[in-house]
């Protein structure tokens, strides 16, 4: 039991709102409830790598379709902690053992390391030739330092954010340079990541968010939730046959074939599908830009987790208030990097500069001396929060690139010629750079 004085700690300024109380429904919910007492985590962060990792175990046993596509049960999730105080990895810890023991295989087919397209390609290998290849193609992939994958995905080189796409689609992955070619062509890749706010905000200014790399993934805003001196107990599911009764409920999900929606859920799924596909802009729309497709998954998560091979409408409401959760993550996550110290000074040029500013010119304004990437950071924080926004501006060569203060009065309107009569055109797409023309 937990310890007295394990009540539950204040939510810091500016924290997202918690998820419904529909996210913790069935059995996934009742899991989460045991285990949360007895854990200084995040009731959303265990809840969320539960699905995540039981839908990895289903494996491609059980499918949702749409129109001709079929969506498996793997999901890309990522915990973002403001500190390394969140407790990300002590939910892990907690959901791990649980699907161990609901699964003995499933560590076995743990992954950590993610660098390359080439090696997650590899894990979940076809045979070739006498190479024997992956006997299992299930695979999930947990990051406790995401930024890394980040990283590697944001160079020009790499294979890994393409690889990554076509996994969350579950299509036939391919390495065509290698001398020996391998092919992963029933792969279920999932993906588990944890990183802090700043992280997030800073790495992603490297990446093109419209490429649908980061919005294939689910992001969940955790924090610790209280204070244990010296911790709850080691296993809150002993002696209930929580474990048990999932890892049924999961071995009946790889031969569920596919998942429908009830007649309940497909009334409220029509209805939730139109709020779902309302388009937003911003760094807030681009990473929510998959919504529809994340919530039809968590929904048959929830399902399979309670050995259902029917979506009912309390799964769709789970899913739903999950998702809803995880949009308001991000925001979270992007509205808090405004107070970088690199921000507020980039701000306070374009909001001094009626005009406008190039890259090129901001970087100038730290001496060149400070990484493109953080300034890039900071355009996507102000992008984000609405104060700033990317126009291209017609010459006689390459549309130059000009970012433009929202905040200034004497800001020119969105659209509108510059001083020097030049064509203005306002930038929809969300605030992330490409390469300019000063």
């Known amino acids: 039991m937990s310890e007295p004085g394990g009540g539950l700690l204040p939510a810091p300024p500016g924290w997202p709102e918690p998820p419904a109380e529909e996210a913790f429904c069935g059995m996934a919910g009742e899991l989460t409830r045991a285990i949360a007492p007895e854990t200084e985590a995040d009731p959303v962060a265990v809840l969320a790598q539960l699905l995540v990792g039981a839908g990895s175990v289903a494996g491609r046993g059980a499918w949702a379709a749409v129109e001709a596509t079929r969506h498996y049960p793997n999901e890309f999730l990522v915990l973002v902690g403001d500190s390394a105080k969140s407790r990300k990895g002590s939910s892990w810890d907690h959901v791990a053992r649980v699907l161990g023991r609901a699964d003995p295989g499933f560590a076995s087919r743990l992954r950590t390391g993610l660098s390359s397209g ?60 290698r001398n020996a070619p391998a092919r992963a062509s029933a792969a279920h890749i999932s993906v588990i990541g944890h990183i802090t706010a700043t992280e997030l905000a800073a790495r992603t200014s490297s990446l093109e968010a419209m490429n649908g790399f980061l919005n294939r993934f689910v992001f969940v805003a955790c924090r610790r939730q209280r204070l244990l001196p010296r911790g709850g107990s080691p296993d809150p599911l002993a002696g209930t046959g929580a474990e048990r009764r999932l890892g049924a409920n999961l071995a009946a999900a790889r031969r569920a074939g596919q998942v429908e929606l009830d007649e309940a859920a497909g009334r409220e799924w029509r209805d939730a599908y139109v709020a779902l596909s309302e388009p937003q802009d911003g760094m807030l729309g681009a990473l929510c830009a998959r919504a529809e497709a994340h919530v039809l998954r968590l929904s048959v998560l929830y399902a399979l987790v309670d050995g259902e091979a029917v979506v009912r409408p309390c799964h769709l409401r789970a899913g739903f208030a999950l998702w809803s959760y995880a949009a308001r993550s991000v925001a979270w996550a992007f509205q808090g990097a405004t107070a970088d110290p690199v921000t507020g000074r980039v701000r306070t040029a374009l909001a001094s500069t009626p005009g406008g500013l190039t890259r090129t010119e901001l970087r100038d304004l730290f001496g060149r001396n400070l990484p493109a990437a953080r300034v890039d950071a900071a355009l996507v924080s102000l992008g984000a929060a609405g104060e700033a926004r990317r126009e291209r501006v017609t010459t006689g060569g390459r549309p130059a690139e000009v970012w433009v203060s929202t905040l200034c009065p004497a800001a020119r309107p969105a659209g509108s010629p510059d001083a020097a009569g030049r064509t203005v055109t306002t930038v929809a797409s969300p605030p992330l750079p490409a390469k300019e023309t000063s």
């Open 118 to 177: 080439e090696g997650l390609v590899w894990a979940a290998r076809d045979p070739e030739g006498t190479g024997p290849g992956v006997g299992d193609p299930r695979v999930l992939v947990v990051e406790p330092e995401l930024a890394s994958v980040l990283k590697a995905a944001g160079r020009d080189v790499s294979t890994l954010s393409p690889v990554l796409r076509s996994a969350w689609d579950s299509r036939p992955l391919a390495l065509l340079t």
